[in-house]
């Protein structure tokens, strides 16, 4: 029996509500994805967006652009999170599943969509990267807590057992707590990786600092690292004592509370802990689902996202230097062929 016999043979075993959700997952023919190559609207550069731009050869059945602002060429993926990618059937596949039924175990994916572990992995992220960032900033009554992270360097190579995880005997310690500063005014949720260590007010500037409008008010905890912040971007602060739990006016952060429950069981026990290297990337990711539907299709706009992706290791290293007191480790080495990255501007993870 050939591939397709035997195809058949199985389908016809399924059940019905089986064979309608499995022809339901399979990627149509027109899928954007592929589209996406031989689109003709392309209006300006990828690299330097400006319109100053002229067809420049084909690349395998694909138009190639090239900027007469920057010199450099480029197709209409691009940058894109199916740059480099060939498998696009799959990649469809794998994107609906995400869009369906959120993020299922790395493995449970490579097997469902027929790809190996590591390229698993390498979507996954690419297509966090790809989320849309909210522009707005936040205006009426906006409720900011932080959350921690065990620091973890899940996956990292060459590391001893005990530098993998921070260890159970440091629990207390902040200098192994990846802070996250939460903030919601309830019509869109931040969740910003801060800081490795005890939080200032330095570091929900850095945070969160040019999100605001005026004439917003904040509500938080008695904690004077909010205090301190609230002065500085002079925001009207309403605050309490923790064990109050809400203000006498009543205001309180039982939403970011809410949501700081709500994302520790994900990442703790659904996804077993991830690398502080990729939480942010989960943390945005949330925070985005929490008021939006993932829609993967759209995301395909972005152009930033391979740049971004190739550059992740960078990121953490200045991470790690610069806001921990840890010592960055064991440095990935990945050789790429394609990497437009200057080098000029390594973007802090609380861009991402
Ligand atoms: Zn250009």
Redo the contacts with the bound molecule.
């Keep these: 029996m050939n591939i397709r016999d035997q195809i058949i043979s199985l389908f016809f075993q399924l059940s019905r509500e089986e064979q309608i959700n499995l022809l339901d997952e399979l990627p149509k023919s027109d899928e954007t994805f592929h589209n996406l190559e031989i689109q003709q609207d392309i209006k300006c ?1 990828v ?2 967006n ?1 319109s100053n731009i002229i067809k420049h050869s084909m690349y395998k059945d694909t138009q190639r652009y090239k ?1 007469k ?2 010199n ?1 060429t480029f197709i209409p993926t691009t940058g894109t999170l199916v740059y480099q990618i060939k498998k696009k059937n799959q990649f469809a596949l794998y994107a609906s599943i995400v869009e369906k039924e959120g993020l299922l175990p790395i493995k449970i994916m490579a097997k469902r969509v027929g790809i190996s572990i590591p390229t698993s992995f390498e979507w996954r992220h690419k297509i966090l990267l790809s989320i849309p960032k909210t522009k707005n900033k936040f205006s009426d009554i906006t409720q900011v807590d932080d959350l921690w992270f065990q620091y973890s360097q899940k996956g990292r190579k060459n590391l001893d057992y005990s530098r993998r995880r921070g260890g159970t005997k440091r629990r207390g310690d902040n200098n192994f707590q990846v802070k996250i500063i939460a903030a919601s005014d309830k019509k869109q949720v931040e969740l910003k990786v801060a800081k490795i260590g005890r939080i200032s007010a330095n570091d929900i500037l850095y945070a969160i600092g040019d999100k605001f409008k005026k004439n917003t008010k904040l509500v938080t905890d008695a904690h004077p690292s909010y205090q301190a912040f609230a002065k500085e971007v002079k925001l009207e602060h309403i605050y309490f004592e923790s064990k109050k739990h809400q203000a006498e006016t009543g205001e309180n952060v039982q939403y970011i509370n809410n949501i700081a429950e709500r994302i520790d069981t994900w990442i703790n026990r659904k996804l077993k802990g991830v690398s502080t290297k990729y939480l942010q990337l989960y943390a945005s990711y949330f925070a985005h689902k929490e008021k939006n539907s993932i829609e993967i299709k759209k995301y395909t706009s972005n152009t930033k996202v391979w740049d971004i992706y190739t550059n992740l290791e960078k990121m953490y290293e200045k991470f790690i230097k610069t806001r921990s007191v840890r010592t960055y480790r064991c440095p990935t080495k990945r050789k790429r062929k394609a990497q437009n990255w200057n080098g000029e501007t390594i973007i802090n993870f609380s861009y991402l």
């Design positions: 550069c690299h330097c400006s900027c602002s920057c450099l």
